[in-house]
Nanobody, 114 residues
């Protein structure tokens, strides 16, 4: 079973930056479309960014221009660079395929607060 381990979250002030990482055991990682998701307290999980096997990216309108998704196929790592963070982006962040094919990891908590 494919596993995901997210890391890099923490407490950051509004306007700050964080870089999230996701390690996966997926042997098809290099060709599989991947995504970063987040779930705020009391809200549904939402997809915020995707990246295809060839490196094409898409972003939710709310994060365009501030978040950057990337990956390292050799290391089987997915990244999310987040800048100019807002308090409403406090959430647990997860990685998975762009269609959430596999079980979720534990996620990484991002708290944006002064």
């Amino acid at each position: 079973q494919v596993q995901f381990v997210e890391s890099g979250g923490g407490l950051v002030q509004p306007g700050g930056s964080l870089r999230l990482s996701c390690a996966t055991t997926d042997s098809s990682f290099s060709i599989r479309p991947m995504g970063w998701y987040r779930q705020a307290p009391g809200k549904q999980r939402e997809l915020v960014a995707t990246i295809t096997g060839s490196g094409s990216t898409t972003y939710a309108d709310s994060v365009k221009g501030r978040f950057t998704i990337s990956k390292d196929n050799a290391k089987k790592m997915l990244y999310l660079q987040m800048s100019n963070l807002k308090p409403e982006e406090t959430a647990v962040y997860y990685c998975n395929t762009n269609r959430a094919m596999f079980n979720w990891g534990q996620g990484t908590q991002v708290t944006v607060s002064s």
